[in-house]
């Protein structure tokens, strides 16, 4: 998943001490649970606003990871939400489905196809035996990859394919359909370079669709979706010299769908999932480049812009937190027990599951369509059984492997319940035991899998959850 609340502070933090102590100090006030209105306040763009459990299963054969496989660091990190000031989004508050056993079997069809399961995960490091886990452990139908173009294109006209080689060869052998993810422009492609490694667009846009269109050359047939970049109202994923810009993204998408449907129409194009945050910020230096985009409304943004014309799915982010996923944000739900306390002492819809994906899909019916979401991650993190937890992400230490195993499940049968969720990506499978830096990595507590590359509770019942098209 993208990286979570406190993640996207720190990462705030470290970029801005170089700058500015004196906003280092604000966005630290942030984790100390001060309003966000006494410190900077929330940045109301000009004419812009927001869009009005499983039971055990007995424990099944499972492969094991080959003796030192390993791979490299991921960089697909998890969803970053920012500690945000309360809202007033009246949110549909549906029926939760309270285990796998009582999941209802006659759900009606979907206007746009089955509902696909699919789960996020490190293909590309030892692809047959991660497709075989997916395919013939988990019973999932989809997959996701994330696709960086920067770190395999070191010079124009050169691209690395292998690797991407192999995930695709081996997906298609198994009968598992595809969703690759591309993100990053490679140096040569762009002109803008601050003090911090970032991901950023080219500066010419058509590069970014002329290489998606290879990526479908390359592989037609064998990739069934793909996400056009990741979080881009963040400037960690949208690091340019104007910020963050939303009309700038969406005439992306647009040359990206493009160059896709004129290859293959039959790819489901996703628009980038966004970062649930409630907080606009701007640079210290310049106070007309927006670093983070509340994600509401950089997601009217995008309406406005068009953005509905260019995309098949909607794609959305949400990590959680230390909450169950049926629990709207202003419920009053309160875990007394909890160490992170961001939900309950400062409710807002981003740290809610329900109430992020309520107000994306209020937001289209607003707009005239009925586009679906596609939830390219999901998932919720927790330390338990690890010896150690990641700086900034806290909330892991609330969530017990139990809570991990019955909200995942849950999750998956409410987005099919709630029937305007077309596909669904779990985070994630394997980054645990893949990226190298054990307990410390802030994708491993999201995994399913554990730092040797063992099955947690999660991944033993996950293949036997119905799985209702």
């Given at each position: 998943?993208?990286?979570?609340?406190?993640?996207?502070?720190?990462?705030?933090?470290?970029?801005?001490?170089?700058?500015?102590?004196?906003?280092?100090?604000?966005?630290?006030?942030?984790?100390?649970?001060?309003?966000?209105?006494?410190?900077?306040?929330?940045?109301?763009?000009?004419?812009?606003?927001?869009?009005?459990?499983?039971?055990?299963?007995?424990?099944?054969?499972?492969?094991?990871?080959?003796?030192?496989?390993?791979?490299?660091?991921?960089?697909?990190?998890?969803?970053?939400?920012?500690?945000?000031?309360?809202?007033?989004?009246?949110?549909?508050?549906?029926?939760?489905?309270?285990?796998?056993?009582?999941?209802?079997?006659?759900?009606?069809?979907?206007?746009?196809?089955?509902?696909?399961?699919?789960?996020?995960?490190?293909?590309?490091?030892?692809?047959?035996?991660?497709?075989?886990?997916?395919?013939?452990?988990?019973?999932?139908?989809?997959?996701?990859?994330?696709?960086?173009?920067?770190?395999?294109?070191?010079?124009?006209?050169?691209?690395?394919?292998?690797?991407?080689?192999?995930?695709?060869?081996?997906?298609?052998?198994?009968?598992?359909?595809?969703?690759?993810?591309?993100?990053?422009?490679?140096?040569?492609?762009?002109?803008?370079?601050?003090?911090?490694?970032?991901?950023?667009?080219?500066?010419?846009?058509?590069?970014?669709?002329?290489?998606?269109?290879?990526?479908?050359?390359?592989?037609?047939?064998?990739?069934?979706?793909?996400?056009?970049?990741?979080?881009?109202?963040?400037?960690?994923?949208?690091?340019?010299?104007?910020?963050?810009?939303?009309?700038?993204?969406?005439?992306?998408?647009?040359?990206?769908?493009?160059?896709?449907?004129?290859?293959?129409?039959?790819?489901?194009?996703?628009?980038?999932?966004?970062?649930?945050?409630?907080?606009?910020?701007?640079?210290?230096?310049?106070?007309?480049?927006?670093?983070?985009?509340?994600?509401?409304?950089?997601?009217?943004?995008?309406?406005?812009?068009?953005?509905?014309?260019?995309?098949?799915?909607?794609?959305?982010?949400?990590?959680?937190?230390?909450?169950?996923?049926?629990?709207?944000?202003?419920?009053?739900?309160?875990?007394?027990?909890?160490?992170?306390?961001?939900?309950?002492?400062?409710?807002?819809?981003s740290f809610s599951f329900k109430s992020t994906l309520w107000t994306y899909h209020e937001m289209v019916q607003e707009a005239g369509r009925n586009t679906p979401l596609c939830v390219t991650e999901f998932g919720w993190a927790t330390s338990e059984?690890?010896?150690?937890?990641?700086?900034?992400?806290?909330?892991?230490?609330?969530?017990?492997?139990?809570?991990?195993?019955?909200?995942?499940?849950?999750?998956?049968?409410?987005?099919?319940?709630?029937?305007?969720?077309?596909?669904?990506?779990?985070?994630?499978?394997?980054?645990?035991?893949?990226?190298?830096?054990?307990?410390?990595?802030?994708?491993?507590?999201?995994?399913?899998l554990d730092l040797q590359g063992a099955p947690r509770p999660a991944f033993k019942v996950l293949g036997d959850m119905p799985k209702i098209p």
């Amino acid at each position: 998943m993208q990286s979570p609340l406190w993640q996207t502070v720190r990462d705030l933090f470290s970029r801005l001490t170089g700058r500015s102590l004196l906003a280092a100090g604000l966005i630290w006030a942030v984790l100390m649970g001060v309003a966000l209105s006494c410190m900077f306040g929330v940045i109301q763009l000009p004419g812009q606003g927001i869009g009005s459990v499983a039971t055990e299963t007995p424990e099944q054969d499972v492969l094991l990871p080959p003796e030192g496989g390993t791979a490299p660091e991921p960089d697909d990190p998890a969803s970053e939400t920012v500690d945000p000031p309360p809202d007033t989004v009246t949110l549909p508050t549906p029926t939760p489905l309270p285990n796998a056993s009582d999941v209802v079997h006659d759900l009606p069809p979907l206007p746009w196809g089955d509902f696909g399961y699919g789960i996020a995960a490190h293909v590309i490091s030892m692809p047959d035996y991660t497709v075989v886990q997916i395919k013939d452990h988990l019973n999932l139908e989809w997959v996701k990859q994330q696709v960086r173009w920067d770190h395999f294109s070191l010079e124009p006209g050169q691209m690395d394919w292998s690797g991407y080689d192999a995930v695709v060869y081996f997906a298609a052998q198994h009968d598992l359909k595809l969703m690759m993810s591309v993100v990053g422009a490679p140096d040569w492609s762009r002109s803008y370079f601050d003090d911090t490694p970032e991901t950023a667009p080219p500066d010419d846009l058509g590069l970014f669709a002329a290489f998606v269109g290879e990526l479908v050359d390359r592989y037609k047939g064998d990739v069934h979706a793909i996400e056009v970049w990741n979080e881009q109202n963040l400037d960690r994923e949208w690091d340019t010299e104007q910020g963050v810009n939303a009309q700038r993204y969406v005439e992306m998408l647009r040359l990206t769908y493009q160059a896709i449907k004129s290859r293959d129409p039959d790819i489901i194009v996703i628009s980038g999932a966004l970062s649930p945050t409630g907080v606009v910020a701007t640079d210290p230096q310049s106070a007309n480049r927006y670093t983070v985009i509340d994600d509401a409304i950089y997601f009217q943004q995008m309406i406005d812009a068009g953005f509905l014309n260019y995309a098949d799915c909607v794609g959305v982010h949400h990590n959680g937190y230390n909450l169950p996923p049926d629990v709207a944000w202003d419920e009053g739900y309160d875990n007394p027990d909890a160490g992170f306390r961001g939900p309950f002492d400062a409710p807002h819809r981003s740290f809610s599951f329900k109430s992020t994906l309520w107000t994306y899909h209020e937001m289209v019916q607003e707009a005239g369509r009925n586009t679906p979401l596609c939830v390219t991650e999901f998932g919720w993190a927790t330390s338990e059984g690890f010896d150690g937890t990641p700086p900034g992400f806290e909330f892991a230490d609330d969530n017990t492997l139990e809570d991990q195993k019955e909200w995942a499940i849950e999750a998956f049968q409410l987005m099919r319940e709630w029937g305007f969720v077309h596909l669904a990506f779990l985070w994630n499978l394997d980054y645990s035991y893949k990226g190298g830096l054990g307990a410390t990595d802030p994708n491993a507590p999201y995994s399913i899998l554990d730092l040797q590359g063992a099955p947690r509770p999660a991944f033993k019942v996950l293949g036997d959850m119905p799985k209702i098209p």
